[in-house]
C-alpha cells in the first residue's frame, strides 16, 4: 500500500508540475500573440503616417511649382528658343533635344535589351557565364547615373571623336536603361508556364519558334510597360546629359544626330540658376511640362501592358 500510496504522489507532482508548465506555456503564447499584435499595428501606424508625410511634401511641392509657373505656360514656351529675355525665352531646342535623344536611346536598348533577356533566360540557362551576367546587369542598375555620362565622354566624345552629340547622350541614355529593359524581360520570361513550352515542342516546334511565337508574345506587355519607364528614367536624367552636353546656350534645331544639343532637365536648371524671378517661373513652368510628359508616359505604359494582357488572355 505505501508503493501504491507513494505512487499516487508522484503522480499528483507530475500533474501539478505539467499543469504548471502548461499554464506557463499559455502565459508566453498570450505574450507572443500580444506582441505580434501591438508591432504589427505599430508597423501600420509607421507606414501609413510615412505615406501621409510623402503625400503632403509631394503635394505642398506640386502646388508650388503649378503655381508659380501656370502664368508662364504659353506658346513661347514651346516654340521659342533659349534667350537671356523672359519674355521670350523658350525651351523648343531642349524639348526637341529630350526628344531624340531619348527616343534614340529607346531604339537602342529596347531590342538589345528583350534580345539580351530572351537568350539568357532561354539559351543561357544556368551556366556560370549567364549568372555572372546577370548579375553584372543587376549591378549596373545601380551603377550613379553620372558614370554613364564620363564612360560616353571619354570613349566616344574623345576616344572615337563623335563629339558632344545627340548619339553620344543616345548611346549614354541607352546603356542606363538597358539593364532594367533585360531584367525585366529575364523575370517576365521565367514566368511564362514551362507547360506552354513543352506543349509547343510537343506540337513539332523549334526552339527559336517557341521564343517567338510562345514566350514572345507573353513577355510583350511587360516588356513594353518597362521599356515606358526606362523612356521616363532617360526622360528626367540630368546627370549623364550634363557631363556629355554641358550647359550649352543653342538657339536652333538639331539637324542630325551629331549636333549639340540640350534637354529639358539642364534648361529647367539653367532657368533655376539664375536669379531673375521671371526665370524661376519659367523653371516651373518647364518642370510643369517635364512632368506631364513624364505622366502621360506612365498613363501610356499602364494602358499598353491592359490592353496586351487582355489579348493574351483572350
Not at 186 to 202: F, G, K
Not at 273 to 282: D, N, T, W
Request: charge should be positive; hydrophobic fraction near 50%; aromatic fraction near 8%.
Amino acid at each position: 500500500m505505501s508503493i501504491i500510496h507513494g505512487w499516487g504522489k508522484r503522480r499528483d507532482r507530475s500533474r501539478q508540475v505539467m499543469d504548471v508548465k502548461a499554464v506557463e506555456k499559455g502565459e508566453r503564447t498570450e505574450r507572443k500573440v500580444k506582441y505580434a499584435m501591438i508591432s504589427e499595428y505599430g508597423l501600420q501606424m509607421y507606414l501609413l503616417i510615412a505615406a501621409c508625410i510623402s503625400i503632403i511634401v509631394l503635394t505642398v511641392l506640386l502646388v508650388n511649382v503649378a503655381l508659380n509657373g501656370m502664368e508662364r505656360l504659353n506658346p513661347n514656351l514651346f516654340f521659342n528658343y533659349a534667350s537671356s529675355i523672359p519674355e521670350e525665352a523658350g525651351m523648343r531646342a531642349a524639348i526637341l533635344g529630350s526628344i531624340y535623344t531619348v527616343g534614340l536611346a529607346i531604339a537602342i536598348a529596347l531590342p538589345l535589351g528583350i534580345a539580351a533577356g530572351l537568350y539568357l533566360n532561354e539559351y543561357g540557362g544556368s551556366s556560370t557565364v549567364s549568372r555572372l551576367v546577370y548579375a553584372t546587369l543587376a549591378n549596373l542598375a545601380g551603377v550613379p547615373s553620372v558614370i554613364f555620362g564620363l564612360v560616353a565622354l571619354s570613349f566616344l566624345a574623345y576616344t572615337l571623336g563623335m563629339g558632344r552629340s545627340i548619339i553620344v547622350g543616345a548611346i549614354a541614355l541607352a546603356f542606363l536603361v538597358l539593364p532594367l529593359i533585360t531584367v525585366t524581360t529575364i523575370e517576365s520570361a521565367r514566368m511564362v508556364p514551362s507547360t506552354h513550352r513543352l506543349a509547343a515542342y510537343a506540337l513539332g516546334a523549334r526552339k527559336y519558334q517557341v521564343v517567338f511565337n510562345v514566350v514572345m508574345p507573353q513577355i510583350l506587355p511587360t516588356a513594353l510597360t518597362s521599356s515606358i519607364l526606362a523612356l521616363s528614367r532617360a526622360m528626367g536624367e540630368a546627370a549623364p546629359i550634363l557631363v556629355i552636353s554641358g550647359l550649352i546656350f543653342i538657339r536652333r534645331d538639331p539637324l542630325s544626330i551629331f549636333d549639340e544639343f540640350t534637354v529639358m532637365p539642364l534648361q529647367i536648371y539653367n532657368w533655376v540658376s539664375r536669379p531673375q524671378e521671371a526665370f524661376i517661373e519659367l523653371s516651373a513652368s518647364g518642370i510643369i511640362v517635364l512632368l506631364t510628359i513624364l505622366i502621360t508616359l506612365n498613363v501610356v505604359a499602364i494602358y499598353l501592358r491592359n490592353r496586351l494582357q487582355k489579348r493574351i488572355v483572350e
